[in-house]
């Protein structure tokens, strides 16, 4: 049976009152949040490293400049991120130190390389499109500081997406050589973006504790669902064909029916086995070593500056 003070907390939940970071929390809530908000916060960062192979090698200025602000953005995205997590008592440095060591993880979808400039567009298209599908319903979750971070985030990932399919436009009402470029990245990224929604309902260990608490607010499968429903419209706007030869309209669901990724791919992206796996971590490394010295330079500056207050 729960204590009190659970009990006191799960009304509050079941009421949508926020959590804030002063209130009592459940162990389990404070563990399972560091590690949802940690993770994507990490995505958000490695989630630059594909888009940024392209900004030297955009196709024209405009499209090199809007590249650039949207990887910024991304930056920004983390930035939001780890701030919220840290309210729950950790740091900064102990959540980089977990991502470089590979003890936490970030999107699967990031595992998987940019090859062409149609892959931009595809990139922005479905794998922004997941993330908003995802994003959306977290605005409401009951953890004030990741509510709050989501509702800012939401507002700049509508562009996202709509840039990536800007770019698909021109590629598939282009030349054969566009188009064909356009259907490779379709079929390149369409699985791997249905993965960007975890396990299947039966397979998700955390989703029926993460609802209870209300940091989830719906299943993996329903809005993998909501996704394929709301992008296959959009493939066949653009003349491409997903590459899932299942897929057809259900009348009676309301929704199409489509092949499910394949798992053991999924499972072995994330036990470090994907395309890019070992890339990602080590730009990452290389990063956070490459910037020591201005760390090192932040840090003797502001001892100085507080030795000098204290004199
Ligand atoms: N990539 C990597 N790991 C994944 C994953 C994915 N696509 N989907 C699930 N997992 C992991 C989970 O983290 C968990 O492993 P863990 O216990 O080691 O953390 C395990 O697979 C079981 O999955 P569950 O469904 O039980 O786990 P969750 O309840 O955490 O659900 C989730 C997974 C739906 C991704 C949820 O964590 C979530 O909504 N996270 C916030 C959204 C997010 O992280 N999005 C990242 C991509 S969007 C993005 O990067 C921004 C955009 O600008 C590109």
Known sequence: AMSPEEAAFQDKVDADIKIEPRDWMPEGYRKTLIRQIGQH???????????????????????????LAKVQDEAGHGLYLYSAAETLGV????????LLSGKMKYSSIFNYPTLTWADIGAVGWLVDGAAIMNQVPLQRTSYGPYSRAMIRICK??????????????????GSEAQKKMAQDALNR????????????DAESVHSAQSMAWKIKINTNDELRQKFVDQTVPQAEYLGLTVPDENLK??????????????????FDVLKGNGPCN??????????????????????????????????
């Open 189 to 200: 990224f369409w699985y791997p973006s249905l993965m960007m929604f975890g396990p299947s």
């Open 156 to 173: 700049e990932e509508s562009f996202h997406q709509r840039q990536g399919y800007d770019i698909m436009m021109k590629m598939a009402q």
């Open 41 to 67: 916060a990490h995505s958000e960062i490695v989630g630059q490293l594909p888009e940024g192979n392209w900004i030297t090698r955009a196709p024209t200025l405009e499209r090199k400049m809007i590249l």
């Open 249 to 266: 309209w259900n009348e009676e669901k309301g929704g199409y029916d489509f092949s499910e990724p394949d798992w053991s791919e999924f």
């Open 91 to 98: 740091t900064r440095d102990e959540l980089t130190e977990a």
């Open 278 to 311: 070992h890339d990602r971590l080590n730009d990452r490394v290389k990063a956070w070593e490459d910037g020591q010295w201005v760390r090192d330079g932040l840090l003797a500056h502001a001892e100085k500056k507080a030795a000098r207050k204290v004199a």
